[in-house]
């Protein structure tokens, strides 16, 4: 079982107000908040993140190797949709992604929808009512998730995993102003 801290606290404003925007008078967007990924003192990616009222965007950056786009949609505070777009890293910031995949959420399964400028494919996955599709490479997007589901006072969550087109349950855990989240083995506490 792997372990991984993150300091959240921004990200925790992003998505609160994000999540709460649904029943608040409109407030200015909180800032982006950036996160860097360190392995062996090594910084291996960067990720920034910004709630907004009916979205959290994140850019998940490698570098010298790629750079994702992700969206989530929150339709009344409750996270939905999920597109991912793939650039070079050194693309442009007004360039069009490589590639795109969104994941649609439909009763008991996703709708994965593939996309390149040549082509275009969709596929229907089994998974779960209520399971929220999720970014597998990013902490920060699992941490957003683990944020809603403290919200909404859920014990489990089911999670549609990118990387491997699964579904596992996250349990999540709220330890003072600590919350923990495991999925598939992964256990990631936001501080």
Not at 5 to 29: E, I
Not at 120 to 130: D, F, N, T
């Amino acid at each position: 079982m792997h372990r991984v801290t993150t300091c959240v606290a921004a990200l925790a404003l992003c998505a609160a107000s994000a999540l709460g925007a649904q029943t608040a008078p409109p407030t200015p967007p909180a800032p982006p908040a950036v996160f860097a990924y360190l392995v062996a003192g090594d910084t291996t990616a960067f990720e920034v993140v910004r709630g907004e009222p009916d979205m959290v965007r994140g850019v998940f950056i490698v570098p010298e190797q790629l750079r994702i786009h992700w969206d989530q949609e929150l339709m009344q505070g409750v996270p939905g949709s999920l597109m991912l777009g793939y650039f070079p890293f050194d693309a442009r910031a007004e360039a069009r992604p490589n590639r795109e995949v969104d994941y649609v959420r439909r009763a008991d399964s996703v709708v994965v929808t593939a996309r390149d400028p040549r082509s275009s494919q969709s596929v229907v996955r089994p998974s779960r009512i209520g399971a929220v599709p999720a970014f597998s490479s990013s902490m920060t997007h699992l941490a957003s998730v683990a944020y809603y589901a403290v919200q909404q006072r859920l014990r489990t969550v089911p999670l549609f995993l990118s990387a491997s087109g699964k579904t596992v349950d996250a349990a999540v855990q709220l330890f003072g102003d600590e919350i923990w989240i495991t999925a598939d083995g992964l256990v990631l506490q936001t501080v």
